[in-house]
């Protein structure tokens, strides 16, 4: 299986979302399975991002790192990727005009990251994976996306992923990790 990464097909430095909440909450769900999905997020676009070019991409890049997809994607997707995904109403903000998108909660996990080949650094005694980690080269236990067991932060879509997307009218850009 070959995996990718996804960007924003919006090709801009400043394309990119902030999360307007400062408490955690909705990143602690999101990411790491805390607590519950209680308030809507609502993410601030910079200025890579205009009312007219938003339509140019059905991902945005968001700060903290989650999955924010468009209306668009999830429609045509929900339920195919629904053993693997999971998705969340929330809002994007550009300027004065307000657009639904979609917090996408990966439910999957596997071995994604080779810890023998891979670098890491250390804070306060705790070890963490370096970027880019080094990816395992047989990889399974997924169809679609998957999060790495040891770091909730590394994700990785596959090549059936990228396939499904190319398939229809989304636009997401990909990035090999392999």
């Given amino acids: 299986m070959k995996l990718y990464q996804i960007y924003s097909a919006v090709d801009n ?3 990119y979302a902030d999360l307007k909440q400062v408490d955690g909450k909705i990143v602690g769900f999101i990411n790491y399975n805390e607590g519950d999905y209680l308030e809507e997020a609502i993410f601030v676009a910079q200025c890579g991002y205009t009312s007219k070019n938003i339509s140019e991409t059905d991902y ?4 903290p790192k989650m999955l924010l997809f468009s209306e668009k994607f999830v429609n045509k997707f929900a339920d195919t990727l629904k053993n693997e995904l999971e998705f969340f109403p929330a809002k994007l903000r550009i300027r004065n005009n307000e657009f639904k998108f979609f917090l996408g909660k990966i439910k999957s996990s596997a071995e994604l990251v080779d810890l023998e080949k891979s670098s890491f650094y250390t804070i306060d005694e705790e070890k963490f994976i370096d970027y880019p980690p080094v990816f395992l080269k047989n990889i399974s236990g997924f169809d679609f996306c998957a999060k790495d067991v040891n770091d909730n932060l590394i994700w ?4 059936k992923f990228k396939d499904l997307v190319d398939s229809d009218d989304i636009k997401i850009e990909f990035i090999s990790l392999m």
């Fill in 13 to 15: 430095k400043d394309a």
């Fill in 156 to 159: 990785g879509f596959s090549d």
């Fill in 60 to 63: 945005v890049q968001t700060i």
